[in-house]
């Protein structure tokens, strides 16, 4: 017997002692004005199944729009605003001055070179006019 027929079997047979669905026109449940609920109620009778999606979300929603509900977490890593940054204090910038200055002296071959290509003369080039004079 191959594997497809024994499947198809089963599943008639599974149809078949399957009991029949509830009536679609199920008698709902008497359930309370959702302007009358408060944090307190019961909200369990407006989530069954046979209870009418948008009564079952009017009831969720007047539940969830309690403060209660409204109070942050200490855990929510990433509610900051972080594009606000504090600039850095004088006092902080002094520190890290003197903190660059010790762990970075400078180097006797540095100053000389820097100082060296600050007193080295500039090479004149020709400008504009002087092409134009030329021509």
Do not use: C
């Amino acid at each position: 017997m191959s594997f497809l027929t024994r499947w198809s079997r089963l599943k008639h047979k599974a149809a078949a002692e399957k009991p029949p669905a509830a009536p679609a026109d199920a008698k709902a449940p008497q359930l309370p004005a959702v302007d009358t609920l408060t944090f307190e109620s019961d909200f369990t009778a407006f989530l069954k199944s046979n209870v009418e999606e948008s009564v079952k979300r009017a009831a969720l929603k007047k539940l969830l729009h309690d403060p209660r509900f409204n109070v942050m977490d200490g855990l929510d890593t990433y509610i900051d605003d972080y594009t606000k940054n504090e600039g850095i204090s004088e006092e902080m910038l002094k520190t890290l001055d003197h903190a660059r200055s010790t762990l970075f002296p400078p180097q006797p071959q540095a100053e000389e070179s820097a100082q060296a290509a600050a007193e080295a003369p500039k090479p004149e080039t020709e400008t504009d006019g002087d092409r134009k004079q030329d021509a």
